[in-house]
């Protein structure tokens, strides 16, 4: 007899403290992304932290300097946090919290390994990987940012195999479109405190114009993709993530406006009024 992993729970009071583990983590880690998930109707809104929360940690092993571990340290927690997430989905529990979380959500939308094994993937890739070519940036965007568009939408849709394959494409240059924005937005970070290099053919001291506009082409290309996809998702999910485009929009506005030289130099980034104003409209849309 097959066990189902999600008959084997702990106890409703440690689901729930486990999902507000990940809740924390949102609130400290990020505020742009925090804003939006206050738009997710209940239960997705916990399931999407659930999922925030889970990458987040395994991003903080592998690129939190502040940390004493060096780089074989960071490789075996990365591998024991795989171990437990994998232990974790055949089981239905964790002693980590966060990995509990994750896991109770991702056995009841149908997030599996296929998803979960890209992601460590690239965060792996980081510990190694100093300098991107075009192949080696796509699995990396894959296996970082599109994988998570792919979980978020397995809760979005909620079962409904139909609108997740014809959303898919669409979630994907979603989460694409925000982490080459990141890349651009980062450029300075990413090369003078982690030493890594994610955009082929862009040296910080001879970033042009030119260079930032054709980046920013291809971005806004994902955004617009995006956008169409958007407005077929279910209604508990559709203002926050119009919410989450609308933020990143607004940062490719801004990058765009901003010298390159700039960009390589300091980090750019838009105001947190603005970022409430932004969070605001979408808040007031009734669809």
């Known amino acids: ?11 409703p009071t440690y ?4 999902h507000a583990s ?10 742009s992304f ?26 903080e092993l592998v690129d939190d300097e502040s ?8 490789r075996r927690l990365l591998d024991g946090l795989q171990q437990e997430t994998h232990r974790a989905l055949a ?15 991702a056995l009841e939308h149908g997030i599996g390994t296929d998803l979960v094994d890209p992601f460590f993937a690239a965060m792996r890739a980081d510990l190694s990987l100093r300098r991107h070519d075009t192949e080696t940036l796509d699995r990396y965007v894959y296996g970082s940012a599109e994988v998570v568009g792919l979980m978020c939408l397995r809760v979005f849709v909620s079962g409904d195999e139909r609108r997740y394959e ?11 479109a925000f982490q080459k924005v990141n890349f651009l937005r980062d450029l300075h970070s990413d090369h003078e405190l982690l030493g890594r290099s994610y955009l082929p053919g862009v040296d910080r001291g001879t970033f042009t114009d030119d260079q930032r506009d054709q980046l920013l082409d291809d971005i806004d290309g994902d955004l617009r993709a995006a956008a169409r996809a958007i407005e077929q998702l279910p209604p508990s999910s559709r ?28 980090r750019v980034r838009v105001p947190d009024l603005d970022k409430a104003r932004i969070i605001a409209r979408r808040a007031l849309v009734v669809r």
């Open 1 to 11: 007899m097959v066990r189902n992993p999600l008959r084997a729970r702990a106890s």
């Open 15 to 18: 689901d729930e403290v486990a």
């Open 22 to 31: 990940a809740a924390v983590v949102i609130d400290r880690y990020s505020t």
């Open 34 to 59: 925090g804003w939006a998930t206050r738009l997710l109707q209940q239960p997705v809104r916990t399931h999407v932290c659930s999922i925030y929360a889970f990458v987040r940690v395994a991003d």
């Open 67 to 74: 940390q004493p571990w060096d780089a074989d340290q960071r």
């Open 91 to 105: 089981c239905g529990a964790s002693a980590n919290l966060v990995v509990h979380a994750f896991a109770r959500t």
């Open 166 to 176: 014809d959303l898919a494409p669409g979630a994907r240059r979603l989460g694409a």
């Open 239 to 266: 203002r926050a993530v119009r919410a989450a485009h609308a933020l990143f929009e607004a940062l490719s506005l801004r990058l765009r406006a901003t010298p390159a030289e700039q960009i390589a130099r300091e």
